[in-house]
């Protein structure tokens, strides 16, 4: 009997082990997902195209990103936290923005690393033809505006010139 005993305790530990194993391929399949969706950010020509409301006034209340949201989720209420936040030319958060500013800023926070400017991030990321949640649409070519798109076929949210934050 202990020999069956003792092979079963063996077959239960390797079930285990090979439980923790597939734990951490599905970890590093999920960073390995949001690593691509990030070489996706896309560019995109949205000139004249509706951006999304905010307030003109104030701060938005600071969104916590919980577990059950995905990294483009944190990513767009990262930015949506800062509607209100005033637009400073060069400035890189966090309190004031330009937009390729609230970008990085917003991208940085999830880990991810993009250059300063519109132009060198629309030079960084790869060119899409239908923007997702999260990718980076630009103006111009070099870009002279970046945003990060919302969904909704029009909708982004971005810093602009003369304005409090990111909104239209």
């Known amino acids: 009997m202990e020999g069956i005993t003792g092979k079963l305790d063996k077959i239960l530990a390797a079930l285990s082990a090979m439980s923790t194993d ?28 509706r951006r999304a409301r905010g307030p003109r006034r104030g701060r938005s209340p ?11 989720d944190d990513i767009i209420a990262l930015a949506t936290a800062e509607i209100g936040s005033p637009y400073v030319y060069g400035d890189e958060g966090p ?10 800023y917003v991208y940085g926070l999830k880990g991810y690393k993009l250059p300063r400017t519109a132009a060198q991030q629309q030079k960084y990321v790869k060119p899409v033809t239908n923007p997702l949640p999260g990718d980076l649409v630009y ?11 919302i969904g909704g076929g029009e909708d982004h949210l971005s810093a602009e010139t003369g304005r409090q934050g990111p909104h239209d």
Not at 24 to 48: C, F, Y
Not at 62 to 72: A, F, H, K, L
Not at 95 to 104: A, I, P
Request: proline share 5%; charged share 15%.
């Open 22 to 49: 597939i734990a951490v391929i599905k970890s590093q399949q999920q960073q390995t997902n949001a690593d691509r969706r990030l070489t996706a950010l896309g560019t995109v020509a949205m000139a004249g195209h």
């Open 62 to 72: 600071r969104v916590e990103p919980g577990p059950e949201m995905t990294i483009v």
């Open 95 to 104: 309190d004031t923005f330009d937009c390729s500013g609230l970008v990085q």
């Open 139 to 149: 103006w111009g070519d070099p870009a002279y505006h970046t945003a990060i798109y």
